[in-house]
């Protein structure tokens, strides 16, 4: 394969399936996963989470590095853990989290 299928959207949709321990809901869904950079194989993820004294930040960083690496032409990835922008649910989060999240 001499042209990678792999882009920005195409990873945050692998990436949905990884849950907040705590809220049962999707990191991408949640408007954690702030970008996603591909360069080749590589992937370089800037996120964030919900406060930054979370206590599952390391798990958190960990299950997308891990879900990344699973993707068949994912070979490389970094996480990186930001907090600007700060995190806000009402203009982050998807519809479906702020209904969920009562926020509207």
């Known amino acids: 394969m001499s042209e990678s299928s792999i882009n920005q959207e195409v990873l945050l949709e692998w990436l ?6 705590e809220m049962f809901m999707s ?22 989470l919900t406060s930054p004294g979370c206590p599952s930040a390391d798990y958190l960083v960990q299950s997308v590095k891990n879900r990344l690496l699973e993707h068949p032409e ?3 990835a970094d996480v990186m853990v930001v907090f600007d922008p ?3 649910p009402r203009t982050m989060a998807s519809d ?9």
């Open 16 to 21: 949905r399936p990884v849950q907040d321990p």
């Open 27 to 48: 990191l991408v869904d949640l408007g954690l996963i702030y970008t996603v950079h591909v360069q080749g194989t590589r992937v370089d993820v800037k996120m964030t």
């Open 74 to 76: 994912v070979k490389e």
């Open 86 to 88: 700060k995190w806000d």
């Open 96 to 104: 479906e989290v702020k209904d969920r999240l009562g926020i509207w």
